[in-house]
């Protein structure tokens, strides 16, 4: 969705020259196409997350704001989703936490596929801080008939660890239990596991 403005190369590796880069934000700024803004706002912020990720996360969130005020919901939270992924690789994971729970209350609706990266992001930060059979319960029922290993970095090592950590037998059940559930139980299972790891690591600080 994002790359379509510099011809897919933020996803494919291959980055514009910075100033060709600059020239073609200031172009669409000048425009003043609220969406093509924030469009160019979430790519350069791509572009910046392993060089600036202080930077990346202030245009992501600059972003987001633009559509809160124009409406664009689902684009909103489908940038939503890449700050999150940004945010769950910090040392901090509370603040990921906070923010995951806006795109919880979207993708329960419908289980919008441009919503299911963010809920992928949660399950890689709940197996991280220890959280194995919420874990798995919540990538069953956000991986049911969609593939999050590429738009997800780490999903794909992270659902090995987990079946690892619980076992072949528990895993197979937690996760079948998530793939069973409406999107509305599983949304309510997503902001119950994101309550509890905040309840966590607030005791362990």
Same mark, same amino acid.
């Given at each position: ?5 510099? !011809?897919?190369?933020?996803?494919? !590796?291959?980055?514009?020259?910075? =100033?060709?880069?600059?020239?073609? %934000? ?9 969406? $093509? ?12 997350? /392993? ?28 940038? /939503?989703?890449?700050? %999150? ?13 906070? $923010?995951?729970? =806006? ?13 299911? &990266?963010?809920?992928?992001?949660? %399950? ?12 798995? /319960? ?6 049911? !008939?969609?593939?999050?290993?590429? &738009? ?14 619980? !076992? ?15 999107? *509305? ?9 994101? *309550? ?10």
């Amino acid at each position: 969705m994002l790359a379509c403005l510099f !011809g897919n190369s933020a996803l494919v !590796g291959h980055h514009l020259p910075e =100033d060709e880069f600059t020239a073609a %934000v200031s172009q669409i700024n000048a425009a003043g196409f609220p969406t $093509s803004i924030v469009y160019a706002h979430a790519t350069k912020a791509m572009y910046m997350e /392993r060089e600036d990720s202080t930077a990346a996360i202030e245009l992501y969130k600059r972003a987001i704001d633009m559509l809160a005020e124009c409406g664009g919901r689902l684009i909103e939270q489908a940038i /939503r989703s890449l700050l %999150v992924g940004l945010l769950s690789r910090s040392e901090d994971p509370d603040p990921a936490l906070a $923010s995951f729970v =806006d795109i919880v209350n979207d993708w329960q609706i419908c289980g919008d596929t441009l919503l299911a &990266p963010g809920i992928g992001h949660l %399950v890689a930060l709940l197996a991280r801080l220890g959280h194995n059979d919420g874990a798995a /319960r919540l990538c069953g029922a956000v991986t049911r !008939g969609i593939e999050l290993d590429a &738009p997800v970095p780490g999903l794909d090592v992270t659902t090995p660890t987990v079946r690892g950590a619980l !076992g072949d037998a528990a895993f197979s059940s937690a996760h079948d239990a998530g793939t069973a559930l409406s999107y *509305q139980a599983a949304g309510e299972l997503a902001r119950g596991l994101i *309550q509890h790891a905040r309840d966590q690591l607030q005791q362990s600080s």
